[in-house]
């Protein structure tokens, strides 16, 4: 018997892939007992995968490693991969943070500040007014002890004061947070969280080598919100930025399926966005292709699968308790499941077919884009759109590439409008809580 679903059919392929040897015909029978048993483990492992409901059983992956893990905590918190030379030479961002941005206007724009990496005295020194929150010197200060998340600055005493020589970014800068448990904007870090505060147009805008126009675009952009091939294309389009957790057994790992793997977009990132030293090509993006080299060394290849590992190794969150209302939840499961037609593309644990295959822009509900904005799949190297991942979804408003869905709820409304779902009031409510539930 054959299936139409294309997720089947895949789910198939990567059945037959992963069946052990075939036993020697003069095996015993207990030999080849256990060989269909595997058999049939593999292909109903793979067609769950491939064609199954909204589920939340875990995906099975390699084990990590500890060492490399921790390793790629470092990179992704602290590692710059040389970008100073973009960040400070070309963009002379030292000179801007050192001139005008206190800490309340870091905070304003979407920085945070890693509280566990504030000594007692300093955090009594802002409880009790003592440490000047507008004043450039405790921007300066901050990044001395590592506490600006994302930012890495080089401070030297010159004449006993702290001048800051040189400045670069790291992958926390966008795909980190804090869970304000000090003040708005301080607190312990939160690695993989996108950062919807993190106006990284307007800090851009802030230097001095920019023209109107370019200050223009950044400014345009708004908070959570960031444009990766605007600096290779010219065109504006920004896209909200996406989380970095639950990435576990997920190959389509961009919005568009660019690559199979976390070390593609990392490279990328590190490389055309970043500034970081290294080379990235890739000749099927958007009409011309990108080609990269930044300085004569290499500071990235050799991180990525510390870095990667990093990366699978942080889950999705749980939902908050009495976040959402179980019942109702339950019900719009069914709703996902059926009426909704969700799980038609979210499919398996995992919530996605990005492994088996990707959706042409007529297939999506996120295009066409706002009056102006041209077609996000049309500057990527697939031309088409993956199938995101929901778990963790609650977390990371607002929703699809472009950020064109406020709430979850808004989510609803737009497949039920565009798809013609036909799904009453109640069902829609109803589905939302279940989103919420993931």
């Known amino acids: 018997m054959t299936s139409d679903c294309p997720t089947h059919r895949a789910g198939a392929e990567t059945a037959s892939a992963v069946v052990p040897h075939r036993p020697h015909p003069s095996s015993s029978p207990r030999h080849w007992r256990q060989w269909f048993a595997l058999c049939a483990a593999a292909a109903v492992t793979a067609l769950v995968a491939g064609c199954g409901g909204g589920g939340s059983a875990p995906v099975a992956q390699a084990p990590l490693d500890p060492a490399l893990v921790a390793q790629g905590q470092q990179i992704f918190r602290y590692d710059t991969f040389g970008d100073e030379t973009q960040w400070t030479d070309t963009l002379k961002m030292d000179q801007v943070i050192s001139a005008a941005v206190d800490p309340m206007t ?53 004449n006993g004061k702290d001048v800051l020589t040189r400045v670069g970014i790291t992958c926390a800068l966008c795909h980190s947070t804090v869970d304000n448990s000090f003040a708005h904007g301080i ?29 223009a675009v950044y400014n345009s952009w708004g908070p ?58 890739d000749p099927r993006i958007g009409t011309r292709g990108v080609s990269v080299t930044n300085g004569t060394d290499d500071l990235i290849t050799a991180k990525l699968p510390a870095l990667q590992a990093y990366q699978l190794s942080l889950a999705a969150p749980p939902p908050p308790a009495g976040s959402f209302d179980p019942a109702a939840a339950q019900r719009g499961k069914l709703v996902f499941n059926g009426g909704g037609k969700c799980a038609t593309c979210h ?40 199938t995101a991942p929901l778990a963790g979804v609650w977390q990371h408003a607002p929703y699809f590439h472009n950020g064109s869905a406020p709430t979850l709820e808004a989510v609803v409304q737009t497949y039920n409008t565009r798809k013609a779902l036909g799904l009453t009031s109640a069902e829609v409510a109803d589905l939302t809580e279940y989103l919420k539930s993931l």
């Open 187 to 215: 607190g312990k870090r939160l690695d993989g969280w996108p950062n919807r505060d993190l106006n990284p147009g307007a800090i851009i805008a802030l230097s001095p080598a920019l023209t109107a126009l370019q200050k």
């Open 106 to 158: 870091a905070l304003s724009v979407g920085l945070k500040v890693d509280s566990q990496a504030l000594p007692a005295a300093v955090v009594q020194g802002i409880q009790n007014g003592t440490v000047d929150l507008k004043s450039p010197a405790t921007t300066i200060a901050l990044l001395k002890l590592n506490a600006v998340v994302g930012v890495q600055g080089q401070v030297q005493t010159i």
């Open 224 to 281: 959570g919100k960031y444009d990766p091939r605007y600096n290779q294309d010219g065109q504006n389009g920004p896209q909200v930025i996406p989380p970095a957790f639950g990435l576990a057994g997920v190959h389509s790992i961009t919005t568009t399926g660019d690559g199979s793997d976390i070390a593609y977009w990392n490279r990328y990132v590190g490389v055309t966005q970043m500034g970081g030293h290294g080379t990235f090509v």
């Open 347 to 386: 499919s398996g644990a995992l919530f996605t077919d990005a492994n088996f295959q990707l959706h042409l822009v007529g297939e999506v509900v996120s295009e066409p884009e706002a009056p102006g904005v041209p077609s996000w799949a049309s500057r990527s190297a697939t031309k088409m759109y993956r």
